[in-house]
């Protein structure tokens, strides 16, 4: 222990005794500087390598404090401080200001974050005459395609000090980046680079006069790269399809593989602000605007599923064999009496007696309450819950929310009969049910695959920006819902009639095979929400979607136009007519689906 | 404390960690305050510590040395707990989980498990029926110490685990475990570290060769021995390729934690220029230079002993390590001293830890060592640790007083 003491001794006599004139010379004459050389975040690009987020340069204009003891003046002279604001275009009193704070702190004030080009240019020609003045170049976050995806991207923003305070020694500085919603959030630790660094020498005006040589520098290493399986040219049709639509969310799924194609939600933002710097005011501008465009609906908001849980309903009924294809119920004249209540159908004509797949092209609601007290609330709920509604969908975006599925426990816990009426609504996808556009849209995967689960993601692959090398991300998955091979193709029969020759008719496509569901779910505040899930083709299906257009009235109307830009997209990625636009509202329905079989005509001779 | 024990407190010991305690707080205000903009408030809670701390010094001092062997097993087993569950829900900063609870009433577990570990070594060593010279005895004392170091290492925090080894090592040798086997056991850690420090199977060979010279063991144990850390130093360097570069940085973060290498590297030259700079006499109280710029972060914490070396100087600094020395010399020399076993052992164990806190503290910032954030005892700004230190003080007081006592 002793002889522990001594070697102490040794180490520090060695510095104060030996080499105290070098450590004294680098103390007085000159200074070190930490210079850190951050790193480019990873680029995000969508399937076929368009890129979506990448980096751009970006030039802070900077009062840097001279170290206690320089013989240089510590503020900058009035002449100097009028000059740099009259080249920034700020007040002489705010430049004073900023000198003044950077020097009791220590720390460099930034007076010009991202500077425009022109303003860059003035300030470096008279850097002479602005001691301690510096431009610093940064890469900045930019979104080439503005507000396309931008829900599904999310935005990264400068790291606020209680973040810091968490995370500050993992190697966080003040002034980075980090993710705050979407993809930016959830790979955060893919995404982010390790900055660099280098020491230099400065002399006492706070010139570089040369590099630490005790310590090499370190080159920053950019964050990985995400590859999704994201489409954009899907993506860029549904936006235009949706671009009349106030408030809504679309997604297309790969049944295949549980790979988004589009995630779309309206309205939308533009992620660049946010690389930019978000003024106060414009933040509260997003966060109190009452359509909340931050808001990503694909995922985040949940709507009761209308119509398109008959397929639920079907299934359920199926399975535990309530029925088959061919049994009849009462017949449908307008609505069903129970419990001394009426409850209508949306046909007030009534559609006569049905079976299984008319009854589901045509959304016969009274056939669907009658299988649905065959049911009850628990084998009804339990088909759902198989169908992985009510759950998260695990997709790897932050904060999805669970939807809801309310079990006959659900009902329970909150002293409420799982009755007879509460089936009926059940049944026809009102009452409490509520799932997020992405649920539905998995449920038309699964459907679509016959029951295998596929977990949607967006990112297929985290490449290494140097090497090149790519790691796949896959998904857990593969499970099979157990549900009779042939139950599938009876719905499946049903859904491709929806659109042949039911409610669906406005997403057909000719030449291709096209099974849907339309809905209409009852908003309290309002109009109906419009709904539609579709895939196609029906014999190996290669897209699935799902559409809600919030206060949008009927279904087959309104969100069924916007599926069918979402699978012309999709399945002629290059075509004109896959992108033509923006589907007319619901007055111009009509209209709409007449046009539909023109250009449909004219994309088969493609 | 009756007046008759109070004569027998050790003046030198005292003495040594008064003088500490209070240049400890004149340097926390110094290393906070810039010049012209003088700052009260860390040095105001420094010396509220110091109140406290003498306050529980005195009553740990007061306890009768017996309570501590009856209350050592209950205070390891809250220690083992709060570890775990620092583990469980603790408060991760700085990119480790080394907090519990919050706000004020936050402390950090492992700085009371490294007290509650000393004191149940002493207990489990203190067994007449203990010998030393089989295996199996063995077991129970390197289990009190190894599920400590465990858990701290989990956090992770490697300096403060590698605390419990020196207690132990220290401790095992004060028991009567035999010098050349002590030696001997300890080759294989001896052997990993140092490949990871050095990179190379050099260093630890000549420490190994020296080792077995001085130590001569019977034939079965040296093949054993040989067997053992050759396969370890061949085995390391293959590890370590195989590894990706990302697995490589951190095992480097993980002997370096919390910080990333560039900027530890760039802490460790701030405070060698501090050091360095303060030259023979000092660049005199309040006049440093190096504190008040952009580095040294933990100037007031970890770093203290650069401001002291910066503007106390040369002698300064060596006043301060004399001290220390002074502790531990007084430490060691209580140990000897003092009739009844369990007390002896506690007084190497508090001994041992100071040791090595104050170690890896300096070697710290001389750059001899790595950047582990460990405090200096006494010196640095800090509740829990400062408290745990004057208690470890007064346990050391306590021995004092009882000396005489079987």
Not at chain 1, 73 to 92: C, E, F, Y
Request: contains cysteine; hydrophobic residues 45%; positive net charge.
């Amino acid at each position: 222990m002793v002889g522990g003491i001594v070697i102490l001794l040794l180490g520090v006599a060695r510095l104060q005794l030996l080499e105290y004139r070098s450590y004294r010379d680098l103390a007085e004459k000159n200074w070190l500087r930490l210079e850190i050389l951050r790193a480019p975040r990873g680029r995000i690009f969508d399937a076929h390598g368009v890129l979506l987020a990448d980096n751009a340069p970006a030039f802070t204009v900077i009062f840097r404090p001279q170290p206690f003891g320089s013989r240089q003046p510590d503020t900058l002279s009035t002449p100097a401080s009028a000059l740099l604001g009259a080249l920034l275009g700020l007040p002489d009193s705010l430049v004073r200001q900023g000198v003044a704070t950077a020097n009791r702190s220590g720390l460099p004030f930034e007076f010009r974050r991202d500077a425009p080009l022109d303003v860059v240019a003035k300030v470096e020609e008279r850097l002479v005459e602005l001691p301690g003045v510096e431009v610093r170049i940064e890469p900045r976050r930019a979104y080439p395609e503005s507000t396309r995806a931008a829900h599904l991207l999310g935005y990264a923003g400068e790291i606020s000090q209680a973040e810091l305070d968490s995370l500050g020694e993992r190697g966080y500085r003040s002034g980075d980046l980090i993710g705050r919603a979407g993809l930016e959030r959830s790979y955060e630790k893919e995404l982010r680079g390790v900055d660099g660094g280098k020491i230099l020498v400065v002399n006492a005006s706070g010139r570089r006069v040369s590099l630490y040589p005790e310590e090499k520098p370190v080159e920053p290493q950019p964050g990985r790269d995400l590859v999704l399986t994201v489409d954009v040219r899907v993506q860029r049709a549904l936006e235009q399809a949706m671009a009349n639509v106030a408030e809504g969310a679309a997604v297309a799924i790969d049944p295949r593989t549980g790979g988004v194609l589009a995630l779309v939600s309206r309205p939308s933002f533009d992620p660049n602000e946010f690389a930019h710097g978000l003024s106060r005011a414009r933040w509260q501008e997003l966060t109190t605007d009452p359509s909340h465009p931050l808001l990503d609906r694909a995922i985040q908001a949940a709507y009761p599923p209308g119509s398109t849980f008959k397929i639920v309903t079907s299934l359920a009924g199926l399975s535990d064999g309530v029925l088959d294809e061919n049994t009849h119920f009462q017949g449908c004249g307008g609505g069903y009496w129970y419990g001394g209540r009426f409850f209508r159908c949306w046909q007030h004509s009534g559609h006569g007696s049905l079976a299984l797949v008319d009854a589901l092209a045509h959304s016969c609601d009274v056939y669907y309450y009658q299988v649905g007290l065959k049911l009850g609330v628990k084998r009804l709920t339990d088909m759902a819950k198989r169908l992985q509604l009510g759950e998260r969908s695990g997709v790897d975006l932050p904060q999805e929310r669970r939807g809801l599925v309310p079990t006959p426990e659900w009902y329970a816990a909150r002293r409420r009969r799982a009755g007879g009426g509460v089936v009926l609504n059940l049944a026809i996808g009102q009452g409490e049910l509520l799932t997020t556009p992405l649920q539905l849209a998995a449920l038309a995967a699964l459907v679509a695959s016959r029951g295998r689960v596929a977990r949607p993601h967006l990112v297929r692959a985290v490449r290494d920006p140097v090497t090149g090398v790519e790691r796949a991300v896959r998904p857990a998955g593969g499970r099979q819902v157990e549900v009779a091979g042939q139950d599938w193709e009876w719905v499946v029969q049903a859904m491709e009639k929806v659109v042949a020759a039911g409610t669906g008719g406005m997403a057909r496509v000719a030449g291709v095979r096209v099974a849907g569901k339309t809905g209409t779910a009852q908003n309290p505040h309002g109009q109906d929400h419009a709904l539609f899930i579709a895939f196609a083709p029906v014999e190996a299906p290669t897209v699935a979607l799902a559409v809600v257009v919030e206060g949008g009235g009927h279904g087959g109307s309104v969100a069924a136009p916007i599926a069918r830009q979402g699978m012309l997209a999709h399945l002629w990625p290059d075509s004109l007519f896959a992108v033509a636009g923006a589907v007319r509202p619901a007055g111009a329905a009509r209209a709409a689906a007449d046009t539909a079989v023109v250009d449909t005509a004219l994309v088969q001779g493609d | 404390m009756d007046r008759r024990l109070l004569r027998q407190v050790d003046g030198w010991l005292v003495g040594a960690a008064l003088l500490l305690a209070v240049t400890g707080v004149l340097m926390v205000f110094s290393a906070t305050s810039m010049p012209g903009h003088p700052r009260f408030d860390y040095a105001m809670r420094q010396s509220l510590w110091l109140a406290f701390g003498l306050g529980a010094a005195f009553v740990v001092a007061s306890i009768p040395m017996r309570a501590y062997d009856g209350l050592a097993p209950y205070l390891y087993a809250v220690a083992i707990v709060c570890l775990g569950l620092v583990l469980a829900v603790g408060q991760e900063v700085y990119g480790a989980k080394r907090w519990l609870g919050a706000g004020a009433l936050r402390f950090q577990p492992s700085e009371l498990a490294k007290l509650a570990t000393v004191l149940m070594l002493a207990r489990v060593l203190d067994d007449k029926r203990l010998d030393l010279r089989r295996a199996r005895s063995y077991a129970v004392p390197l289990l009190v110490a190894l599920v400590p170091l465990a858990l701290v290492l989990k956090e992770p925090d490697l300096g403060t685990s590698l605390v419990f080894g020196a207690a132990l090592v220290a401790m095992l040798f004060w028991a009567g475990m035999p010098t050349g086997t002590l030696l001997l056991a300890m080759t294989p850690v001896a052997n990993a570290a140092l490949f990871l420090l050095t990179r190379g199977p050099w260093a630890f060979a000549a420490v190994f060769v020296g080792v077995l010279a001085l130590t001569r063991p019977r034939l079965p144990i040296l093949l054993l021995l040989v067997a053992l850390n050759g396969a370890i130093a061949t085995g390391m360097p293959a590890l370590w390729s195989a590894m990706e570069p990302y697995q490589r940085g951190r095992i480097e973060t993980f002997l370096n934690p919390g910080h990333d290498p560039y900027g530890a590297g760039y802490q460790i030259i701030q405070s060698r220029i501090a050091i360095g700079s303060g030259g023979p006499l000092g660049l005199g109280y309040l006049q440093g230079t190096q504190k008040g710029l952009e580095f040294l972060p933990m100037k007031h914490t970890d770093f203290i002993f650069s401001v002291v070396g910066e503007e106390l100087g040369f002698w300064g600094a060596a006043l301060i390590l004399v001290l220390y020395l002074t502790l531990l010399v007084r430490g060691l020399w209580l140990a000897r001293v003092a009739r009844n076993r369990f007390a002896g052992l506690v007084a190497v164990g508090v001994t041992a830890v100071l040791w090595y806190h104050v170690m890896v503290n300096v070697l710290m910032t001389v750059g001899w060592a790595p950047v582990t954030g460990l405090p200096l005892p006494l010196l640095s700004y800090g509740g829990t640790s400062f408290v745990v230190t004057c208690v470890e003080i007064g346990l050391l007081i306590n021995v004092s007083v009882r000396r005489q006592e079987y």
